[in-house]
């Protein structure tokens, strides 16, 4: 069975600083991976994807991720966070290897709070 | 304005009382989902369809119930065998490797 790990239930980081929001998963094949920002009583937003090629992996508003194969994590990073970041942040994986339906897994979600 | 159209935003439902959210698309895709999310506890599968016709149940679906007549439309219902329905309900959609797509959310409360 697959999941997804985000062993933080909120982060809290300061504006301007870096951010990390940590994710780690379990697939039986290749991961296909993703990051996803939800606002408060709005749907998720898709921010990034790996699922192959480069393991440092640029999305939109500035984030990035990093997949690391040896340590199946695949963390979101930002280089300077803005107040504006502040929502909540789910990670989840699909088994790229699955044939036919390809079940996503959400992970539980971390609540970024940068503060000004 | 292409997308998928989640309605009513907000749902009251009274004990015992059968409900039906609606998920529309125009992004022409072939798979649509429905998720439940409970505070703390991420996204839970409730039903999924792949193509028009067709749906299988996914980690949740007691409770609930789904039809696939067209491709554009996915509507849930929630029974009133579903015993603890208040939740923020989202309707998803994918095509190939890509990432899903979501709506803005349906939240149901029961009254």
């Known amino acids: 069975a697959q999941s997804v790990a985000q062993p933080e239930d909120q982060v809290n980081v300061a504006e301007g600083n870096p951010l990390t929001v940590k994710c780690t998963y379990s697939?039986?094949?290749?991961?296909?991976l993703f990051w996803y920002v939800q606002y408060p009583n709005r749907g998720l937003q898709f921010l990034l994807k790996?699922?192959?090629?480069?393991?440092l992996v640029k999305g939109s508003y500035g984030f990035e991720a990093e997949f690391n194969k040896s340590q199946t994590s695949f963390h979101l990073k930002k280089p300077s966070a803005l107040v504006s970041d502040s929502a909540l942040y789910f990670c989840?994986?699909?088994?790229?290897?699955?044939?036919?339906?390809?079940?996503?897994?959400f992970g539980t979600g971390t609540k970024l709070q940068v503060i000004p | 304005d292409g997308g998928i159209t989640q309605s009513p935003k907000y749902l009251f439902r009274k004990e015992g009382q059968n409900v039906t959210l609606s998920c529309e698309q125009n992004?022409?895709?072939?798979?649509m989902y429905w998720y439940r999310q409970d505070p703390g506890q991420g996204l839970r599968l409730i039903y999924y369809?792949?193509?028009?016709?067709?749906?299988q149940k996914g980690d949740i679906a007691e409770g609930y119930s789904v039809s696939r007549e067209k491709k554009e439309s996915f509507p849930l219902t929630v029974t009133s065998a579903q015993k603890n329905p208040t939740a923020f309900y989202l309707c998803?959609?994918?095509?190939?490797?890509?990432?899903?797509?979501f709506g803005q959310g349906t939240r149901l409360t029961v009254v």
């Open positions: 989840a994986v699909r088994d790229g290897d699955s044939g036919g339906y390809q079940k996503v897994t």
């Open positions: 697939v039986s094949g290749n991961p296909y």
């Open positions: 790996y699922i192959t090629g480069d393991n």
């Open positions: 992004l022409n895709h072939d798979a």
């Open positions: 369809s792949q193509i028009v016709n067709d749906f």
């Open positions: 998803a959609t994918q095509t190939g490797v890509t990432e899903a797509f």
